[in-house]
């Protein structure tokens, strides 16, 4: 994670309003009309008393009244305004950060997100993301219009006279600045931690719904049960900092105003009676002050509440910005699959060494097997022709051509890679199929269906194809995902099939109709078979052993 400051991370996140300039300086006009009305509507109050006091002003009472109604209408309209324009900016800035969020997570799959948390990246990109609408909405304009009504308003003050004004600006300083910059320096990083812990809660949570019947059948849900609570309390002992924080903020920001209040009331009452300036100014420049301490008091409590925002903001960034292991490659010359090849590769992940010097030929319309204990690096031999990864040393090639020099779209068009565990989606089968084809046929999916040894059983469902398949596919077996996932496979139609386990979850039976089908499809295709059945290896034409990263 890169370590950026507070200010860094507001400078980067303001950077992403540009698209929407214009309705953010809207939004700051809007707002400092609105606080300039509501603030005159006290200082109409006071030409008000002036008046039934008998003394002379230069409004009379009607006009004070009709102005005051007027500023109130309009505090009313340009609120809403306001509000409107910094929501709509907000909400349009949180559709494009996510946008660019799952933009960067499909530059980053499948080999950065391998080894990331699931739930924390859920937190990322839906409640940290969601956090940052209090950025956007309540905190960039709310900074501008709270400074450029300050400099009104000391101008405004300062004309009474100088030092009322020093202390308008002495007032907006401390309440808006001084004490925001105290409270966050006091947060610390209770706002990262925070969001950190949230996030490992969400990723705890998740994982505990994944392995429900694991924990019910093994009796465990007390255990599990406590340390959710344990986290859960660890959590909530973070926001009760966050609380106490803002509570001390709350105090500090009431105790400055009263303050300066009375510094303002004791001043303008020696200028009074010291014939320096008049009742009238004494009165209006107290009222003034009072009455303008709406903007900062917003910044005051930006403070509190800065450091969980920009924790969210950092963990978003950390996303954007993350560097992808392999890059997707284009402006090369399209290649034709004419068999593939691997030459003294050496790939390491972090500083294990999963596979070492291993040489592999795929002529084409071959079957090639490849066997080994769990962990001996089979999987990952088919990832790096997939090209999720990159090899420390060596080469793969396809077609005599390095992968590293074939454009990515061209690459995944010529392979079919089929994990050990596939995934479906909450859709229906058919759409589930399309995945691999969105312009399949209804004759396409069937026939890919027939060779995966799975249209019999679809057609057994109430509604055939277009039967929904529950959240993580859990209304269907293990054998069934794995048999949709080689029709997937079929119907994607590429020269090169990446088989990992294709039936680990099949019954001999099921096996053997999905190995005759692999069998025939050597006519048209190449395919690299992992497992570690026997019974599966006997339709290969080569089978390469897979020993402590080395094959034999």
């Known amino acids: 994670m890169k370590k950026r400051s507070g200010f860094r991370v507001m400078l980067d ?12 300086l809207l939004a700051i006009l809007m707002g400092l009309c609105g606080h300039l009305c509501a603030t005159f509507i006290t200082v109409l109050g006071g030409y008000a008393l002036l008046n039934a006091m008998g003394l002379e002003t230069m409004f009379s009472l009607t006009c004070i009244f009709l102005t005051a109604v007027l500023l ?6 340009l609120r809403y305004a306001e509000q409107s324009c910094n929501h709509f900016i907000a909400f349009k800035l949180l559709a494009l950060i996510r946008d660019k969020v799952f933009l960067a997570l499909r530059r980053l799959c499948p080999a950065k997100l391998e080894g990331k948390d699931k739930g924390n990246l859920i937190s990322v990109i839906t409640s940290d993301i969601e ?9 960039i304009s709310p900074i501008v219009i709270a400074v450029l009504f300050c400099v009104v308003m000391c101008f405004y003050l300062g004309q009474f006279h100088p030092a009322l004004g020093l202390i308008g600006l002495g007032a907006y300083v401390v309440v808006g600045v001084s004490i925001p910059l105290m409270i966050s320096k006091q947060n610390g990083d209770t706002g990262m931690k925070f969001r950190q812990k949230s996030g490992e809660l969400s990723s705890f949570v ?3 719904l994944r392995g429900l019947s694991e ?5 465990t849900g007390a255990v599990r049960l406590a340390a959710m609570n344990g986290r859960t309390d660890g959590l909530s002992k973070e926001e009760e900092q966050m609380k106490r924080v803002t509570g001390r903020n709350t ?4 105790t400055a105003i009263l303050l300066f209040d009375l510094l303002m009331i004791f001043t303008a009452v020696g200028l009074c009676r010291n014939g320096v300036i008049d009742f009238k100014g004494m009165l209006l420049a107290v009222l003034a002050l009072m009455s303008s301490f709406g903007p900062v008091v917003a910044l005051a409590n930006l403070g509190s509440t800065l450091q969980n925002t920009f924790a969210a903001g950092e963990r978003v960034l950390d996303i954007l910005e993350e560097t992808p292991v392999v890059e997707d490659v284009s402006g090369f010359p399209e290649v034709e699959f004419r068999g593939a090849q691997a030459e003294h590769v050496t790939f390491s992940y972090k500083d294990e060494t ?6 592999v030929e795929i002529p084409k319309h071959a079957v090639i097997g490849i066997s080994g204990r769990s962990g001996s690096g089979k999987s990952t031999f088919l990832k790096l022709l997939m090209r999720f990864w990159k090899t420390d040393k060596g080469n793969i090639g396809i077609s005599g051509q390095d992968i590293n020099e074939i454009n990515t779209t061209n690459l995944r068009a010529m392979e079919s890679f089929v994990t050990q565990e596939t995934y479906l989606f909450h859709d229906s089968i058919k759409n589930n199929l399309k995945i691999a084809k969105l312009s399949a046929t209804d004759e396409e999916l069937v026939r890919a269906c027939k060779k995966a040894s799975i249209h019999d059983f679809i057609m057994s469902l109430p509604e055939g194809y277009d039967t929904e398949v529950g959240e993580l596919g859990d209304t269907l077996s293990g054998g069934e995902r794995q048999r949709i996932g080689l029709a997937r496979a079929f119907l994607h139609d590429a020269p090169l099939l990446l088989l990992d386990e294709p039936t680990s979850n099949l019954d001999s039976l099921n096996e053997a109709v999905i190995l005759k089908s692999l069998y025939k499809e050597r006519e048209g295709k190449t395919v690299v078979l992992v497992s570690h059945r026997a019974s599966t290896m006997r339709i290969t034409d080569q089978v390469y052993s ?3 990263g080395r094959i034999s």
């Open 13 to 24: 996140l303001i950077g992403m309003v540009k698209p929407l300039t214009g309705y953010m």
């Open 72 to 77: 109130a209408a309009f505090r009313g309209i």
């Open 131 to 139: 956090l940052l609408e209090v950025f956007y909405a309540h905190t």
């Open 206 to 208: 998740l994982d505990s």
């Open 215 to 219: 924990i019910q059948q093994y009796g």
């Open 251 to 254: 105090a500090l920001t009431n």
């Open 354 to 359: 999963i596979l070492s010097d291993v040489c």
């Open 546 to 548: 897979v020993e402590h």
